[in-house]
């Protein structure tokens, strides 16, 4: 299912600023070589581009290369063909992100291919940003 950008609210207050990634580009594999080239943290979004907008169906990130996750999520979310994405300075912002992402584009309401709450990098013991988890499961 596709969702248009819906406000959330955040314990940090609103999350406009937080849904901010840089495209959309075409989703081809030439595309996500070029622009997510470094092996670094990062936040993405995969979607179509439909009467101007980008409509977001699934959201994603990775703690050390952002590039490999977009990669993994192309080979297997094939309607998608655009992505958005964006760098972060650790795998905690890179995870910070991804929630604000999937709160923001409709997750938690079964909007979005992934429905499941996205997880903290592992060993650490953050909460969403959003909602608290893990500390207040649902």
Not at 41 to 51: D, E, I, Y
Request: proline share 5%; charged share 25%.
């Amino acid at each position: 299912e596709l969702v248009r950008l819906m406000l959330c609210s955040s314990r940090t207050g609103g999350c406009a600023a937080e849904l901010h990634l840089d495209g959309p580009w075409q989703l081809t594999e030439k595309n996500i070589e070029k622009v997510a080239k470094l092996a670094a943290p990062g936040a993405f979004v995969l979607g179509v581009v439909k009467g101007g907008q980008f409509l977001v169906s699934y959201v994603g990130r990775d703690d050390e290369d952002v590039q490999a996750a977009i990669f993994d999520a192309y080979d297997r979310h094939g309607r998608a063909t655009h992505f958005k994405m964006s760098y972060l300075a650790t795998a905690h912002a890179a995870w910070q992100k991804h929630c604000h992402l999937w709160h923001g584009y409709g997750g938690a309401e079964g909007k979005l291919y992934n429905r499941e709450h996205p997880e903290p990098p592992a060993g650490s013991r953050i909460e969403c940003p959003v909602c608290g988890y893990p500390m207040k499961k649902k």
